[in-house]
């Protein structure tokens, strides 16, 4: 016979923690705090162990804090999960939220399997994902640095007027050079604002090129070039994939995969009212905002170009063939929804959500090969 297991729920933050530990025998939970060290975390572990008298089950939720926590309970024995925050139930007349009931509630959710696990990546998942993350930090940054310094000229009747799509091409560049101030302090700022895009240009640089690197080791580059047959990914778009998502066969269907995504329709519906509103929004937004970027790349005609031939070159024909039918597929799909009338974003949302399914089919074997014989 099975013994009973004790659950444990922690709300952490990253100087303490909430704890509330339901024994099966006990009419209520007992509630303690403990500081968020790894020394505290070890007495923890031990009270737990020691007061519990049987299995453990430890949950908290994803936050900022990471896996830390997770991976230090799992060295002292300890079963321990981390949970979405967004897929807790809440009753609707709940008004009172303290750290208390937060452990408590996940506890009580626990015992009754309410709560939805989050995978957690390895130590090496994480530093890649981080490192995706930090070059799309660099995007952002050089973003924000070229608008800068774009306003500071146009606040000056400064506008480059060589093309409307012309922006920071070598023109561009040229004319920057061009450009002179008397006053000392506009100067000045203007070699600043200069000086910081050349800066988070030449970070953004260097990060791609690790995650170049990084694309080349055996755990990433049979994915890597396969993810890179599809048209508009290419290795930085396609190892971003790999490092959030981990591992497409945890998805059991591409349906699933798209919903965790969210990218698939919310829905309010009630009796005979039907209610269909925008996509869900939840899960990944650097996946989602990734997908939608190639998604741009369907609404143009079906070809091979050669940047797209190059990275096909080598490649197996079943994942060649994949990639063909899901460009044939998509371009057609956009245009069928353009000529109905329907807004370019949602078209390439539509479009997003159907590639992703051509991606899960390309990384699971079991469905590649059922498609392969189709």
Known sequence: ????????????????????????????????????????????????????????????EAGPCGYALQRQLLAAKLSCDVVAPSMIPIRPGERIKTDRRDARKLAEMARAQLLTVVRPPSEDEEAVRDLCRGRDDARLDLMRARHRLGKFLLRRGRVFREGAHAGWSQRHRTWLGTQAFEGTAERVMFEDYLLAVEQVEARKRSLEQHLEDLAHESRYAEPVAWLRCFRGIDTVTAITLLAELHDFRRFRSPSQLMAYLGLVPSEYSSGPRQQRGGITRTGNRHVRRLLI???????????????????RHGQPAEIIALADRAQLRLCRRYRRMERRGKHTSKIVVAVARE????????????????????
């Open 1 to 60: 016979m099975r013994e009973p297991t004790t659950f444990v729920g922690m709300d952490v933050h990253k100087q303490d923690i909430a704890v509330a530990m339901l024994i099966p025998d006990a009419t209520s939970a007992v509630e303690w705090r403990v500081a968020n060290e790894p020394a505290a975390v070890q007495r923890l572990a031990k009270r737990l162990q020691r007061e519990s008298g049987g299995p453990v089950h430890c949950v908290y």
């Open 355 to 374: 590639l992703v399914g051509y991606l899960w089919a390309t990384l699971t074997p079991a469905a590649r090969t059922a498609s392969a014989t189709r």
């Open 293 to 311: 970027e190639a998604a741009w790349h369907y609404r143009h005609k079906p070809r091979v170009g050669e940047k797209l031939a190059l990275r």
